[in-house]
DNA sequence: GTCGCTTGCCAC
DNA sequence: AAACGTGGCAAGCGAC
């Protein structure tokens, strides 16, 4: 198939009349792709912009005919497909080039569908769906790229390796969209794809809006964590407290006997066991602590730097992630450079993210919706009635089970009880997280089990019904079915994830529907960030009554999950880390904006 | 010096 | 009988 396949490096007007006239021709798919010096929208730009089909392939030098791709992308009425249109598009329209969204195809959330729990990378989509040879070119252009010491954002243009097979990557996408459309967006999956593209778009002005660093902040709180690291570092007595190796050493010398082990046999010295032998060696406490701090500056207050300082990401103050809008097999979004969505809770390094002068974060988030996704789908008639009493079901779990009198330490059994279900954890995992040992976990888990009857026939029955898809066969490869239809396939010899998968990846697409509806609810400028169940919007202050009431009115869900209502805390702050406020301490004082007095309650 | 594996840890 | 899901990512460390 792709033996056919011409490729053109445009370089005079002759080339880019030839060009003109194929792109006349009719054909299902166009694909556009660029190729660029890097992945982040803020300090890399185009080089190459490609547009293909299944015959023809054509690479254009940005610096020369960025004007005639721009016209290419402005005119051409039929569908375009790029194979990451989040990437693309955000890229394009950095420099001012909008694909109509009424036109825009991926063939990435083709690949998606097609098999979420397979690579969809472009060269590894078409070589499973289009052509076993489609990774070829890669390997040719990492070695010349070697050979020539070039990197993406050095190596020449007119270098065949890179234009031929950037060229050849639209002609791989429109092949894949060609391939995958009838059975993905055209046809059974008409609804998840349609939610997926919508979300790309959303997706895309939000990474270009980006979040604003706090940098007379970031600095004085990197500062204070190397100064208490400095002053724990003497008391540690090991050269590097990062290394396992020395640091079970070093509690060996001070007589501690180790006995976790790691997956390949060592001695762990993890957090848990740290915290273990805290008591009696209270260097394991400074450990501890050195390996926080040490992580809160390498991990995230130098990457909110500026770029070009070590390992920053930020530009002129801004960061600007990226979304794999299908980052994990269950469909969940997934976000890096950095990794926004695992920032440590509390203010120590969310304060480092700010809202912009005059605005203020408006945070929204799903109250329990695991959990409430678990009770519909098993229609466990307990734990509905409890949310319609609007009461908290660990709450309700724990007075149940313990009585009136339930302490704190029985509800976070309770709780963890709710969260093993929805993982699929067995007894003992549940005994470890829970902090009991696995006699009363067991126990406690029959009455868990005698309460929500229909939470254990719903994961049965979801094991069974994956089996039978699997042909009954542990080697076999079943599915489940999410609120939109699509499927996720499940390895019959895990078949106990699929209820963690049916309410993991149901969630997820009840929260891209919500991004597409505030969307259309006028929000869409001012969304930022997703974080599975949360949503962050960044409003201009006079704004933020309007928004709020927005949110509230068009967040809570009665329609993937019947029988209960998806409830939605909503919070108002200009500073990240202050929705923490009440449970952290300000690492580093600061005083609220102005325009939040009146807005946060 | 780079690469890949291992360990550990952050979030939901 | 067994079995805590989904990710991103850094440092250490040994191998090349």
Same mark, same amino acid.
């Given at each position: ?172 996408? +429109?092949? #894949? *969209?060609?391939? /995958?459309?009838? $059975? ?6 008409? !609804?998840?794809? @349609?939610? &997926? ?8 002005? +939000?990474? #270009? *809006?980006?979040? /604003?660093?706090? $940098? ?6 990197? !500062?204070?964590? @190397?100064? &208490? ?373």
């Amino acid at each position: 198939m792709l033996d056919d396949i011409q490729l053109h490096l445009v370089e005079s007007l002759d080339d880019v009349e030839q060009m003109m006239q194929w792109l006349g021709e009719r054909r299902e798919w166009l694909a556009v792709d660029v190729e660029t010096t890097g992945l982040n929208v803020g300090c890399d730009w185009i080089r190459l912009c490609q547009f293909g089909d299944g015959a023809h392939g054509w690479a254009l030098d940005w610096r020369d005919w960025r004007g005639v791709c721009a016209e290419v992308v402005r005119k051409y009425d039929r569908p375009m497909v790029t194979h990451n249109l989040l990437f693309d598009s955000k890229m394009l329209k950095a420099d001012g080039v909008v694909i109509p969204q009424r036109l825009a195809h991926c063939s990435m959330i083709m690949s998606h569908l097609a098999d979420p729990a397979g690579y969809f990378d472009l060269k590894g989509s078409a070589s499973r769906w289009v052509d076993k040879r489609a990774r070829a070119g890669q390997g040719l252009l990492k070695a010349a790229m070697a050979q020539g010491g070039w990197t993406w954002a050095t190596i020449p243009v007119h270098v065949p390796a890179y234009w031929q097979y950037s060229a050849m990557d639209t002609c791989l996408s +429109a092949l #894949l *969209a060609e391939r /995958l459309w009838s $059975e993905t967006g055209g046809g059974p999956y008409r !609804e998840a794809y @349609e939610l &997926e593209l919508a979300t790309i778009h959303c997706l895309r002005e +939000a990474e #270009l *809006a980006g979040l /604003l660093v706090d $940098e007379e902040y970031r600095r004085a709180a990197t !500062e204070k964590l @190397e100064v &208490e690291i400095a002053w724990l570092q003497p008391q540690i007595p090991c050269e590097n407290p990062g290394s396992d190796q020395q640091v079970v050493a070093l509690l060996q010398a001070q007589g501690a006997v180790l006995f976790v082990r790691t997956e390949h046999g060592n001695l762990s010295v993890d957090k848990s066991v740290l915290a273990y032998l805290e008591p009696q060696f209270p260097v394991a406490g400074l450990i501890r602590a050195w390996r926080q701090k040490r992580r809160f500056v390498d991990n995230y207050l130098l990457k909110f730097a500026e770029v070009g300082s070590k390992r920053g990401l930020a530009v002129e103050g801004v960061l600007r992630a990226s979304t794999q809008p299908v980052g994990a097999k269950t469909g969940r979004m997934s976000v890096k450079d950095p990794p926004l969505q695992t920032l440590p809770r509390g203010r120590v390094v969310r304060d480092a993210i700010v809202a912009r002068p005059g605005h203020v974060f408006v945070g929204a988030d799903f109250a329990g919706m695991e959990m409430r996704a678990l009770a519909s789908f098993a229609h466990e008639e307990n734990m509905l009635a409890a949310y319609a009493r609007g009461e908290d079901l660990h709450n309700f779990v724990a007075r149940t089970l313990y009585g009136e009198a339930f302490t704190k330490l029985e509800r976070t059994v309770c709780k963890n009880a709710g969260f093993a279900k929805v993982y699929g954890a067995g007894v003992e995992k549940f005994a470890v997280t829970a902090k009991i040992d696995v006699p009363t976990a067991t126990a406690f888990l029959e009455r868990y089990d005698a309460m929500f009857p229909g939470v254990k026939e719903f994961m049965e029955a979801n094991v069974r019904e994956v089996m039978a898809r699997a042909g009954g066969q542990r080697n076999g490869t079943g599915y489940v079915v999410l609120t939109d239809g699509r499927r996720l396939p499940v390895p019959g010899e895990k078949a106990y994830v699929s209820t963690n998968y049916k309410i993991q990846g149901s969630c997820a697409v009840t929260t891209k529907q919500k991004i597409v509806e505030l969307d259309a609810a006028g929000l869409g400028p001012y969304f930022r960030l997703a974080v599975h169940d949360e949503l962050l919007y960044e409003v201009p202050h006079p704004l933020v009554r309007r928004a709020r009431e927005v949110i509230e009115r068009v967040m809570p869900d009665r329609i993937n999950f019947p029988g209960v209502v998806l409830e939605v805390d909503t919070d108002v702050f200009d500073r990240w880390g202050y929705h923490y406020r009440e449970d952290y301490p300000s690492f580093i004082p600061t005083e609220p904006a102005p325009w939040l007095t009146g807005v946060a309650t």
